[in-house]
C-alpha cells in the first residue's frame, strides 16, 4: 500500500492517475529544490515530474531535473512513495498524483531551468521541510534530514 497524504478524495470525482518522479538533490546541510511560480499557485517543490509514457521513472527523474533546475545528477535511489489527489491548475486536471521518491547526487549546474515558471534554489534542510508545498514532499525531507 502506497501512504496517502492530503486531502481525501472527494466521493464521486474523476481522478486521472499521473505517475511522476521525484528527488532529494541534498549538498551538506543543503537541498536543492524548485520554486514554481506562475503568478497564481507559486510554491515550492521537489525537483521532479510525470513520467511520460513509454518513459522510465529514471529517465524522467533526469529529464525532469534538467528542466526544473538546470543541474544534471547521478546515482538515483528510490526512498519510497506516496500518493495525493489534488487539482492541477496547470492541465486544469483532477488527480491522482502517485510520486515515487528518490535521493540523487547533484552534479554540475549546465544552465538555468528550461522549464517555465521554475527557480532553482539551495535551501537548508530544516528551511525547505518547513517551505515544501505538500506533505509527502516534508516527509520524505524529513527523512533525509534525519539520516545527514
Known sequence: ?????GETPEPGR???RRPGAY???PREHQVLV???DDGQNPELQLPGGGIDPGESPITALHRE?????????ANPRRLGAFRRFTYMPEYDLWAEKVCTVFCARPV????PPTEEFHEAVWMDIDAAIRALGNPGDR???MQLAQGL
Do not use: D, N
Not at 66 to 72: K, P
Not at 108 to 111: N, P, W
Open 14 to 16: 474523476r481522478y486521472t
Open 65 to 73: 531535473v534538467f528542466e526544473e533546475t538546470g543541474w544534471s545528477i
Open 23 to 25: 528527488v532529494l538533490l
Open 139 to 141: 516527509y520524505f525531507a
Open 108 to 111: 554540475q549546474r549546465k544552465g
Open 34 to 36: 524548485t520554486w514554481y
Open 1 to 5: 500500500m502506497i501512504r496517502r497524504v
